[in-house]
């Protein structure tokens, strides 16, 4: 079993100590709330294996006793397996995608913070890797995308699967030049061909992609744009679009490319004054009229909002609902934890949250308790929050996947929407001191949209301070991925 030195401990302790959070606030003023209740932690996951090591805590934590102790180096899971492990570092996306010859592959980013992790990462290789995941169980990098955009794609990284584009703006945390590269992947996924590289919007830092794949939608974020381009011809992208003075985070699109559901973060004129939701009306752009307006069509806050990153739409028995994911916690405000939720869309001018997916770590806030003690816990970056959830496919979907930082990978059956709850977790933190090529990694930093392999019951993610993986689900999670 592998212990942590005391000088290690002390030296976490010191660095948890030392670390504070920005006061600010954030209006609510004129835009519709859901119900001022407070939302209770998902039940929790009851572990049915004989191999799991479930937490030794409350839901979702990872207590500063367990590093000390060694069982942190353990892992945690509960109906599931790891079946791969790929890399050392990891960032905030997990693509998968088959091509035209049957072939499938995993894209991910391999960076957090670029051009901070450029000596951690050198071993690896700098930029987003590709995959060849003919065997899940021995993926093999056959590829590694150093475009200007791929070396820091931040959050935009996407596959349209319809056309077989990767797409990625250049970004960072604030925002940076809005760089679009677009990569053919549909002729051989494992060896993606640069088809361009150009200056198309003004900042980057987020995006969504409309399901005919012809526009790729940037939001810069701090930038304050939103920018629609034309990837018609990828060789050829042209931009027919761009607003300014919003603060507009991850942008997702009906399966019709007329209705945008956006994550805002609020606190910029011309925008949402709060955080929240906001439904556009962009079928303009989408029928490509000349001088298009894209109009605004509902916003939706919530009692614990902290910063919205992106909301997925799918379906129940053909209603409409979005999977919306919050960040990090209110750092600037009142320290809530967003985590995740259901949200009702059927009628786009007056969308409800219906239900929250939340862990009982949430509950304390950021940095409350006993646990602000925990490795990580008291970074605005990491800490006990969420960061990415995911569906496996858009139409009656009864199995969600979250990316949830300290607590790693949390997957929740939602096949009653209004009662969602914990099914399984897979949690691969890192020890502080522990010999990685970050030699400031510490905990967990599941940061990264997970993908889905259907077929075989397998979720991808990364983990920012360990790198790829491949998890298996059992028993009753495993169950719900049958169509």
């Known amino acids: 079993m592998q212990t942590v030195s005391r000088p290690a401990v002390r030296r976490l302790l010191l660095a948890a100590a030392s670390l504070a959070l920005t006061a600010g606030t954030l209006s609510v003023a004129g ?6 209740v407070e939302p209770r932690p998902t039940p929790q996951a009851r572990c049915q294996g004989a191999k799991d090591l479930p937490e030794t805590d409350i839901q979702g934590r990872v207590p500063l006793a367990d590093y000390v102790s060694g069982r942190a180096a353990q892992g945690y899971r509960c109906n599931a397996a790891q079946i791969a492990h790929h890399g050392t570092s990891g960032g905030f996306k997990v693509e998968r995608y088959t091509d035209r010859q049957g072939r499938s592959c995993a894209y991910y980013d391999s960076t957090l913070l670029f051009p901070r992790d450029v000596l951690f990462n050198a071993v690896e290789g700098l930029g987003v890797i590709a995959l060849d995941m003919t065997d899940p169980r021995n993926p093999v990098q056959t590829a590694t995308l150093t475009s200007p955009a791929m070396l820091s794609p931040h959050e935009s990284l996407l596959v349209n699967k319809k056309r077989g584009i990767l797409a990625a703006v250049l970004g960072n945390p604030a925002t940076n030049l809005g760089i679009v590269d677009l990569y053919d992947v549909g002729t051989d996924c494992r060896s993606p061909e640069l088809l361009s590289s150009t200056r198309s919007a003004a900042f980057g830092h987020e995006s969504g992609f409309a399901r005919d794949g012809r526009t790729f939608w940037v939001a810069g974020t701090t930038g304050g744009n ?9 060789r050829e992208p042209v931009q027919v679009f761009e607003q300014t003075g919003v603060r507009y985070h991850g942008l997702r699109l009906s399966r019709d490319g007329r209705t945008m559901y956006v994550a805002v973060t609020g606190g910029s004129e011309g925008a949402m004054s709060t955080a929240g939701l906001r439904v556009l009306d962009v079928s303009q752009v989408q029928d490509r009229r000349p001088d298009p307006d894209v109009e605004v069509v509902s916003d939706l806050t919530w009692r614990t909002v902290s910063i919205p990153q992106s909301a997925e739409p799918f379906t129940r028995r053909g209603r409409d609902y979005l999977l919306e994911t919050d960040e990090y916690a209110d750092y600037q405000g009142d320290r ?12 786009p001018k007056r969308p409800k949250v219906v239900s929250d997916l939340r862990l009982a770590v949430h509950e304390a806030g950021f940095g409350s ?6 490795p990580g816990a008291l970074i ?8 990415y959830c995911s569906v496996p496919y858009v139409k009656n979907p009864k199995i969600v996947a979250c990316s949830m930082i300290l607590s790693g990978l949390r997957i929740f059956d939602i096949s009653d929407l209004r009662r969602p709850r914990e099914i399984a977790y897979f949690n691969r933190p890192v020890l502080p001191g522990s010999g ?6 510490l905990g967990a930093f599941a940061m990264a949209r997970p993908a889905w392999d259907v077929k075989r019951r397998h979720v991808w993610y990364s983990d920012g301070n360990s790198g790829f993986y491949v998890v298996a689900l059992r028993g009753p999670a495993r169950k719900l991925l049958r169509r």
């Open 31 to 36: 835009l519709g709330t859901a119900a001022d």
């Open 226 to 234: 939103l920018t629609a381009v034309d990837i018609s011809d990828p």
């Open 336 to 347: 809530e934890i967003g985590a995740a939720r259901i949200i009702d869309i059927e009628d």
């Open 369 to 374: 308790g006993e646990q602000a003690l925990d």
């Open 380 to 387: 605005p970056v990491q800490g006990y929050a969420s960061h």
């Open 436 to 441: 990685t090529l970050q030699p400031t990694a």
